[in-house]
């Protein structure tokens, strides 16, 4: 949340947009609490400078004649003070998210956002696990309790299904599959069936056995040890004792089970467009950057595919 101290450096029709804009994105756009968390950050800085810069209380007339010199001078302040490429771009990118709303709703225009280029980013391709890596994680964990049998769950299920983290972690018993389908609510609230396999079926039935917490259809599936639902920070501890463990690198993560999951089914001759349904993507380019396929690799599904190989 934007804190009570950035709103004093605003007008009253300012502050007010300023709320409307965050209900916007909790309710109507349904974004993450991490993303939200990101948002009102940025925007918090944004503010907090360009208040101080005009020296005054900001209104939304204030905002929306905001020069391009104005944004470039906030996005310097950020590199004086260490952030990163990665960083100033998303926080640029979060201004024009609110810009373009405020926009859209007819309370204010700035025509300066658009023209501020972003800064630039290298290009990095998410690191898959080879699939003898993959195999050892799932194949080789100890499990001595329910914890340990969770865990295998939940790593199985991001590689068997390519989930996001906290899409699986959302799951209630009422997800669970039916007729050969999970239902997964990922980005933007958006629903879709992910067929699931036998393998990662039994696994969730052996960790449904095994958890000591009774069963209601809206409970979480996924537990920590005092019955609530896990916190994405326990599953990334968890996958990082194991990579310590299984000698794995420290690329082993729980989200790279899901580009594992992308860039294999590439590797054994799934098309794009086939995986793009699976991971929930609007873009089919944001498809190509979670596949990491070598040279190699499409040489041989290329002779495999092509009618004249």
């Avoid at 948002?39 to 905001?66: K, M, P, R």
């Avoid at 998210?97 to 023209?115: E, L, R, Y």
């Avoid at 599936?221 to 690198?249: C, I, S, T, Y």
Wanted: glycine fraction near 6%.
């Amino acid at each position: 949340m934007i804190s009570d101290v950035t709103l004093e450096k605003c007008e009253a029709d300012f502050a007010k947009t300023l709320k409307d804009w965050q209900t916007w994105l909790r309710v109507e756009k349904n974004v993450s609490k991490h993303t939200f968390r990101a948002y009102t950050s940025d925007l918090t800085q944004f503010i907090n400078f360009l208040a101080t810069h005009q020296g005054e209380a900001l209104s939304i007339n204030n905002v929306s004649g905001a020069r391009i010199s104005d944004f470039r001078s906030w996005l310097s302040r950020q590199a004086v003070n260490g952030a990163a490429n990665g960083t100033r771009a998303r926080a640029l990118s979060s201004i024009k998210n609110f810009m373009g709303w405020m926009d859209k709703q007819g309370i204010a225009h700035n025509a300066a956002i658009a023209t501020v280029r972003s800064p630039k980013l290298p290009r990095k391709l998410p690191k898959a696990l080879l699939e003898v890596q993959a195999f050892r994680l799932l194949d080789d964990m100890v499990i001595e309790n329910w914890i340990h049998q969770r865990d295998k769950t939940l790593f199985t299920l991001l590689y068997g299904c390519g989930l996001r983290i906290n899409e699986a972690l959302s799951l209630n018993i009422e997800d669970l599959p039916r007729d050969g389908f999970l239902r997964v609510v990922g980005k933007g609230n958006k629903e879709r069936q992910v067929p699931i396999l036998k393998e990662v079926e039994k696994s969730i039935d052996d960790y449904r056995h095994d958890c000591p917490f009774p069963e209601t259809y809206s409970r979480p599936l996924f537990l920590g040890a005092k019955g609530e639902r896990l916190h994405q920070g326990v599953a990334q501890k968890a996958m990082r004792d194991l990579r310590k463990q299984l000698n794995l690198p420290d690329t082993a993560t729980p989200h790279a089970l899901r580009h594992s999951f992308a860039t294999h089914l590439l590797q054994n001759g799934a098309n794009l467009r086939e995986i793009q349904e699976l991971l929930g993507h609007v873009s089919l380019s944001t498809t190509q950057r979670y596949t990491d396929v070598n040279f190699e690799d499409l040489r041989n599904i290329y002779k495999k595919a092509h009618p004249r190989a």
